[in-house]
């Protein structure tokens, strides 16, 4: 048994290999030593996704940010960021932001964040009240479109 020390590029895929060069099983009748194949497994992370060399985000939002729009902190592998949301902003929309993403020659990938409108299960009396304000004041059903109100 020896132990043997692996670089391993920033980026790298699940399911690469790396060849280790001379580093295998003797030859055979004393010949050169065959080459060591490792196979990385990546483990999964806890906040972001992977496409390729793009990271990929579920970004939890507030009604209010999504409706009026807002400065929202992403987190990134380099520190947070600050993201401009868009007033209107609908659950699913997804914002690129270019370089956020995963090491790769030349550069870096692309963060995909994908904004999830969050829907509190609970709310106090006075957002109850005001949430309640908002509705009666509402002119027109998200639901018209499908033919119902």
């Known amino acids: 048994t020896r132990t043997l020390q692996v670089k391993i590029p920033a980026g790298v895929r699940n399911g690469a290999k790396i060849r280790l060069a001379g580093k295998g ?35 939890p939002i507030s009604f209010p940010e999504a409706t009026l729009g807002a400065n929202v902190e992403v987190p990134t592998m380099n520190g947070p960021v600050t993201l401009k949301v868009p007033a209107g902003t609908p659950s699913g929309k997804t914002f690129r932001m270019k370089g956020r993403g995963a090491p790769k020659k030349g550069g ?38 499908l033919g119902v109100n």
């Open 108 to 145: 870096r990938g692309d963060l995909l964040a994908k904004v999830k409108v969050d829907v509190p299960e609970k709310v106090s009396k006075e957002e109850k009240e005001l949430l309640g304000k908002l509705r009666d004041v509402s002119k027109e059903s998200p639901r018209k479109r």
């Open 25 to 59: 099983e003797p030859g055979v009748a004393g010949g050169a030593p065959g080459d060591l194949y490792v196979k990385i497994a990546v483990n999964p992370h806890p906040v972001f996704g992977r496409r390729g060399d793009d990271l990929t985000l579920d970004l």
